[in-house]
């Protein structure tokens, strides 16, 4: 079975929209991490946001936010007031473990292809 | 470093060569990991590299594909006898540590094309 879902493989918005990209896992762990990273043609990837199980609070930084509904299993990225810059590829990723020290890779979804629009 | 190197950036090789990849890790991080993109495609786990642990080899493809980390920092991926199918950016990150929020930070990867 997948441990990060993404259905969406590409997903248009209209610049200065809100957009929701979809993530959803699949983990027996009670501790664990996700993440969100953005990669843009060029190739590297960017650390976008991290929430981990236990957080309370959904975490957000600058224009993105992570909607976090633990009882789903969903953990949506959703990016405010969208940038022409914000066209990239952006990928869901959970780690296992949390932090009793034997924690280790992040398992990756296979992305979703933003294009903004003017 | 500022961030984590890959050298070389492009490397395309012949079927059955042997090629080695390597990674400059971010200074005083312990943690170290490999995965593998092919085109248009997701993040493949590869290796992972903990401090003095240990690596965890469960994504390797195959007996061609090794790692190895020397005094704790710089590693490299070795493929022998490559196949076409081994064609992929080979991408590296390092963390901090390797549990909770420790966030990994990629290198830029190295393209691997095999004719």
């Known amino acids: 079975a997948q441990k990060i879902t993404q259905t969406q493989p590409g997903m248009f918005v209209q610049e200065k929209e809100a957009v929701t990209l979809d993530c959803t896992y699949d983990?027996?762990?009670?501790?664990?991490?996700l993440f969100w990273y953005k990669q843009p043609s060029s190739g590297e990837m960017i650390f976008l946001i991290y929430?981990?199980?236990?957080?309370?609070q959904n975490a957000t930084e600058g224009r993105y936010s992570l909607n976090f509904q633990k009882a789903r299993k969903s953990a949506n990225l959703v990016i405010s007031a969208s940038q022409l810059g914000d066209s990239a590829m952006y990928f869901c990723a959970m780690r296992e473990g949390g932090n009793t020290g034997t924690a280790s890779k992040l398992t990756f979804g296979t992305g979703t292809r933003l294009q903004v629009t003017l | 470093g500022a961030g984590v190197s890959q050298s070389p950036s492009n490397k395309v090789t012949e079927k059955g060569k042997d090629v080695e990849l390597r990674c400059d890790p971010i200074s005083g991080h312990t943690a170290l990991y490999w995965y593998r993109q092919s085109l248009g495609q997701g993040l493949e786990f590869l290796i992972y590299?903990?401090?003095?642990?240990?690596?965890?080899k469960s994504g390797l493809p195959s007996d061609r594909f090794s790692a190895e980390r020397t005094g704790g920092s710089v590693s490299t991926l070795t493929i022998q006898r490559t196949q076409q199918e081994d064609s992929a950016v080979y991408l590296c990150a390092s963390s901090p540590g390797g549990s909770g929020a420790n966030v990994l930070t990629f290198g830029a990867g190295s393209r691997l094309t095999v004719l």
């Open positions: 983990t027996s762990d009670q501790s664990y991490g």
């Open positions: 590299f903990q401090g003095n642990s240990a690596p965890d």
């Open positions: 929430q981990g199980s236990y957080d309370e």
